[in-house]
């Protein structure tokens, strides 16, 4: 991949996603500018399970080594019901014999990871971007109202609630809730537990519509995470947690074991969300969104945190030895490729979402119908799924730093 000439570039936001563009960026030669609202670098969180497709992206930036030191366990994965009974098993050996492994990880170590490669200088935090003007020759970058930076193009990765998407759509709706809460927590894995094979799968509850998944992260630490309705305002942890154990006392004896061994400190609550609508654009003028500010989805498909990777890959590789003059025109090619896929992973997991919260005789009937699909078939599906259009081998070659 040939260098660029050094066009100045603005990251808004150091999530995952921007940091990986923001390295991505860097790596061609681009002057790169690294904007965080925060006070420091950080991700805040429990863990996260990448899939292949996601780790394919981190491969074409260089940056897939963490992720590839902690692959997704070759068991077999799938959905089971509250009890730990199989509905639908999926043999994820095979599916990543075709399509590479995906990997569970530690939020933190993974921004860590990332971040690793940015020099310092490079990044400024406790700088909130207010607005983004395009120009026809630059971007100016407005904080605290005044103008902090100019660029020939920036790159939004402010996350789910996207001030900048509000300002580059004013008439867009926004994210709304879709009436479900998402708890998440990590912890040491007790020795005394018997997992029953439940590791990779999601216990879903035909009575409630609630579900509950499990997944190692390295050789002694586990990711749970449940998905239950959202009835009037969003909890506190230790709220949240009893009505979590009160609402799951009667499943599989590890699900409330796990629910309760975790620290306070460790639960992490969220009220799911999605953008109410696609947003007609993924770059205006030279002004690209990625991640959550550009397709903010509901979890159902475990694909936020890929998409992203998939964003910043794509747009590197669209402004790669892009001088100023062709930051429009490249953007618009970025645009193409990833507002249609994108857009249906957002819309897939929307499906999936109201599929796994049935109750009642559409529950009973979906239970019904996943045990009655061959696990070759499952399997197929899965590896589906996990399509990319990015190279296993890395693609962006570093030039320093």
Known sequence: MKRGRGMRVVVAGAGLGGVGAAVGLHRQGHEVTLFERGAELREKGTAIVLLPNGVRALDSLGLAGYARDHPLPPVSGGMRDRNGRPLLVTDVAKAQSEMGAGASVSRAELHRALRDPLPPELVRTGTAIDRLDSGDDEVSVVSGGRVVARADAAIVADGIGSVLRGHLFPGHPGVRRVGRLDLRGMLPAPANLDYGGLLTSNLLDRRTGAMFGLYPVGEDLLYWFTDQALRGPVPGAEQARRGVLSLMSDWHPVVPALIEATA???????????????????AVGRIALIGDAAHAMTPDLGQGASQAFMDAASVTRHLAGAGPADVVRRLRGYDAERRPRANRVMEA????????SRTGAGAWLRDAMLRAIPTRVATRALASMWKADYPAKSSVKSTGG
Do not use: M, V
């Open 349 to 356: 997991a929307s499906r999936q979402g109201w599929l796994t």
């Open 264 to 282: 306070l400190d460790d639960i992490y609550i969220d009220p799911i969300a999605r953008l109410a609508e696609p947003l007609p654009a993924y």
